[in-house]
């Protein structure tokens, strides 16, 4: 049984109220009610999970299933996934890694070469096992965007957000750029994964757990540097509120790191590659050649367009966020930090868009939380004591009543449930109308408040402010999913430059060079034939170097 005394959950909330006349039967009598108590809260735990997990993997299995490719955007997860299957044929083999010969002009040419995505790679190979490989990349693909943003909704659940429901709707709403970068076959889904479970362990102080996490964390992607940063802020957290030095994060995060590079099969280029990324990469100024578009800025008017929801939830923590030298303060502080960091990152670069959004929220729902529970106070201290229920002036006082479920209640999901399946009935409607827009955004608008003056009428004012806010959430998450379906079914056919590689398999000797004419060509080529040697490939920095 989890510790059910931490200050995720409130001890005022759980502990029933002592008589010192009669101390042995309110003790076991405390003793039974902190186990319904627990109990319960499993319960609804498991409730909370189980709903959310399934809200994700529908939203995502439409949207990555809104192409036949493997999505999205460029054509680099069909050399991820064709690299996987060729560590397993290598490992058959007796060659593992096997030899990288397709780039011989660049820095990735056979003798240098480092698998930089290394353990990811791994975490693959289940899937190229899988009937049709096109089908299992997307497969794969679409189980780590689930468990990315599942993380960070598990997270919000086991610290006892309130209307955690509420909060997931609002970051699979959070941004468009959100929604399209963590659909591609890359690693970054894996790596939020990986920084949630970081960020858990520093709020847990489990420091020396953070070895293990950096080791694998820097086997499997370059974004464990994220890693370094989370404990840094971590650390600026625990001196300014405690006012002493917390070393041990950097201390075990810098060695798991440093371990994940040195028992490395590619140890030391790994480091020189990183070098490498880092110099070329890491710059305020142009590059010195045109790389891919997700090295470059957002203009400010697309930004604000497409993330809007984050930037509001920034805001909105930002006004929230109180005494930061308050113990309980430490983690809504911590993402602040955090977020803003991603934020000023995603400023710079486009490729962020998959980081900061849902952290803005997560950010957002940890300030945001003392306020809403001060409102869900006085919401339930509001109503007026009958005259008859009142206590007497010779009456002794009575116990405070203990709210059901350790300060939760089913209301709070029941009304989020409401609105987000009348979120999703407008949803479809949408869809399937053939309507203008002006007409079927007055139709939408006015579905949506009736539904919330009756919830009102039936339940009360304040669960129809929860729904009215799922509703909300879901508006924005109905908008940036239907501009996602609409850039993902645009890709190019999942059999593009199919029968151009058959030709060459069929007519070109093995070895001849391939000079393909667009280096962001290449993974599709490389999918098709990876036999071949071409002349650019991944990034054109590669070539550039060499």
């Not at 939020?192 to 950096?214: M, N, S, T």
């Not at 109180?322 to 993402?335: I, V």
């Not at 409102?375 to 009958?386: F, K, N, Q, S, T």
Request: hydrophobic content about 50%.
């Amino acid at each position: 049984m989890e510790n059910i005394s931490d200050e995720s959950a409130p001890v005022e909330e759980i502990a029933p109220a002592v008589n010192d006349e009669h101390t042995a039967p309110v003790s076991a009598t405390a003793s039974t009610a902190i186990d319904s108590t627990a109990e319960a809260m499993k319960k609804e735990r498991r409730f909370l999970l189980l709903f959310g997990a399934l809200i994700i993997g529908v939203t995502f299995w439409y949207l990555q299933f809104a192409t036949q490719s493997v999505c999205c955007g460029d054509f680099d997860a069909y050399y991820h996934f064709r690299w996987s299957r060729m560590l397993l044929d290598g490992a058959r083999a007796g060659q593992f890694p096997p030899s990288f010969d397709a780039l011989p002009l660049t820095t990735l040419n056979a003798k240098d070469y480092v698998d930089h995505h290394f353990l990811f790679h791994v975490f693959q190979i289940p899937f190229t096992l899988v009937g049709d490989f096109q089908y299992s990349a997307k497969l794969g693909t679409w189980l780590f965007a689930c468990l990315a943003v599942f993380s960070c909704y598990w997270l919000l659940v086991r610290y006892r957000i309130s209307y955690p429901l509420v909060w997931l709707i609002a970051i699979l709403g959070s941004a468009a750029p959100f929604l399209y970068r963590i659909h591609m076959g890359k690693a970054m889904s894996v790596s939020i994964v990986f920084l949630i479970a970081g960020i858990y362990l520093l709020f847990e102080r489990r420091y020396r757990w953070l070895l293990p996490l950096a080791f694998v964390f820097a086997l499997t992607y370059d974004m464990f540097l994220l890693l370094w940063v989370a404990a840094a802020f971590w650390t600026a957290v625990v001196l300014w509120v405690e006012r002493r030095i917390e070393w041990r994060p950097l201390l075990f995060v810098f060695i798991g790191s440093l371990l994940g590079y040195v028992i490395n099969p590619y140890f030391p280029l790994n480091l020189q590659l990183l070098y490498q990324h880092l110099v070329i990469k890491v710059t305020v100024k142009d590059f010195s050649t045109a790389v891919g578009g997700e090295w470059y800025p957002y203009n400010t008017l697309e930004f604000l367009g497409n993330c809007g929801p984050a930037f509001a939830a920034m805001i909105a923590g930002y006004i929230a966020f109180r005494d930061s030298t308050e113990k309980d303060q430490q983690r809504p502080l911590f993402f602040l930090l955090f977020s803003t960091f991603l934020m000023l990152v995603n400023m710079r670069w486009r490729r962020f868009s998959e980081y900061w959004p849902p952290f803005a929220f997560v950010f957002a729902a940890f300030a945001l939380q003392p306020l809403v529970e001060r409102l869900r106070a006085r919401a339930v201290l509001a109503p007026a004591v009958d005259e008859k229920d009142a206590p007497q002036p010779d009456e002794p006082p009575r116990a405070a009543p203990r709210v059901a479920g350790a300060g939760r209640s089913w209301d709070e999901h029941e009304a989020a449930m409401v609105g987000i399946l009348i979120g999703a009935s407008l949803y479809l409607f949408a869809l399937v109308t053939h309507l203008n827009a002006a007409l079927k955004g007055a139709l939408l608008t006015a579905g949506a408040l009736l539904a919330v003056f009756v919830y009102m009428w039936m339940r009360g004012w304040t669960r129809a402010l929860v729904m009215a806010a799922a509703l909300f959430a879901f508006a924005f998450m109905g908008w940036y999913h239907h501009i996602t379906v609409k850039d993902i079914a645009g890709m190019p056919g999942p059999d593009r430059y199919r029968a151009g590689m058959e030709w060459v398999t069929k007519n070109v000797p093995k070895g001849e060079l391939v000079y393909n004419a667009d280096w962001d060509d290449f993974p599709k080529l490389f999918f098709y034939d990876p036999t071949r040697p071409f002349v650019a490939g991944l990034d054109p920095t590669y070539l550039l170097d060499r």
